[in-house]
């Protein structure tokens, strides 16, 4: 049923004229902008950080737990004062005044636009029935791609629309592409990893002791919480299926059969998954990145895909694997 709009005509005698009239000369309501930081913004902040390995997560120019987290572990890696601030001291050592532009342009191909692009079912039988859970979007592809919130890719081309054939402006992070698995790293060396659930963060770290990854995550939550203690990595599964079952959800409709999902970004794991040695928990992607490092998981380690693919170029079975 639709909604029906009334107007009543005002007791007091006054016209609806009158009335418009007055709220024209209401007082406007202002909005109170930040200060610019003294060197550079939370834009370059957040991309100079992701470039160096420190990741902010979603890209999307505001401030938050996961930019600060990202710049205390880099100020701590860098011998500067460990504040989680945007300051110049961190700036000058990330590079702001010399480095590449935190922006570049990107032209949008056929290729892109074609997705193909999938309408994805609440119900997790009707996802079992998809070929892949892909991009719903070209607007959600091209925001992964470029490590991006959707928000700021649109804002950053407002009078641009988002089509192929059209350039637009996007932050100059390493592209990520969910078809392409990651090579192993050969400057990783023997790593081990560390989950803090207090700092919601994962650190690889090689033997010497040198911070070489850093990225915000999501792990476990009151009904599931992260199982402490030393794990180590068991497999590296790029473009895994899921398999799901209601048994292992405490939030599950009972009434639900079991299912295996496709592999996709819009996967519950993400393009990859990382298995450890205790039964279904593993540390892999998400479907909602603007989510990582702000909700509870279901007890495993969620990352956003870009960071989950870099995690897995960095591990092999037999890699250390501690939840603190």
């Not at 737990?65 to 572990?73: G, Q, W």
């Not at 001291?89 to 193909?116: K, N, Q």
């Not at 997790?124 to 892909?134: F, K, P, V």
Request: aromatic content about 6%.
């Amino acid at each position: 049923m639709g909604t029906v709009s009334t107007f009543a005509a005002p007791a007091n005698g006054q016209t609806a004229a009158h009335h418009r009239t007055a709220a024209l000369h209401r007082p406007r309501t202002t909005t109170v902008r930040p200060a610019p930081l003294p060197c550079g913004d939370l834009l370059g902040f957040q991309v100079l950080l992701d470039r160096q390995g420190f990741s902010p997560g979603e890209i999307d120019s505001k401030g938050g737990d996961n930019l600060a987290h990202a710049l205390a572990a880099l100020q701590a890696s860098r011998e500067i004062a460990a504040t989680g601030e945007p300051d110049c001291d961190t700036w000058h050592a990330l590079g702001g005044d010399s480095a590449e532009a935190p922006i570049t342009t990107y032209a949008i191909t056929e290729r892109d636009a074609r997705g193909p692009f999938v309408v994805i079912p609440t119900a997790i039988e009707r996802q079992a029935r998809l070929s892949a859970l892909g991009y719903r979007s070209l607007v959600e592809e091209l925001a992964e791609r470029f490590h991006a919130s959707p928000a700021l890719l649109q804002q950053l081309n407002r009078r641009v629309r988002i089509i192929a054939g059209h350039t637009i402006r996007v932050p100059a992070t390493q592209p990520f592409d969910p078809n392409t698995k990651p090579a192993p790293d050969p400057n990783a060396g023997d790593v081990s990893i560390q989950v803090s659930r207090d700092e919601s963060a994962l650190r690889a770290i090689r033997a010497d002791g040198t911070l070489i990854f850093f990225a915000p995550v999501s792990s476990g939550s009151e009904h599931d919480p992260l199982p402490l203690g030393q794990w180590k990595v068991t497999s590296v599964n790029w473009h895994p299926k899921f398999h799901y079952n209601p048994n292992l959800f405490w939030d599950a409709d009972p009434d639900q059969s079991r299912a295996t999902l496709p592999p996709g970004p819009n996967s519950p794991v993400g393009v990859v998954w990382i298995g450890v040695n205790i039964a279904h928990y593993g540390m892999h992607g998400t479907p909602e990145p603007g989510h990582v490092g702000h909700t509870e998981s279901h007890g495993c380690v969620r990352l956003t895909n870009w960071d989950a693919a870099r995690l897995a170029s960095l591990v092999k079975p037999g890699t250390p694997v501690v939840f603190q």
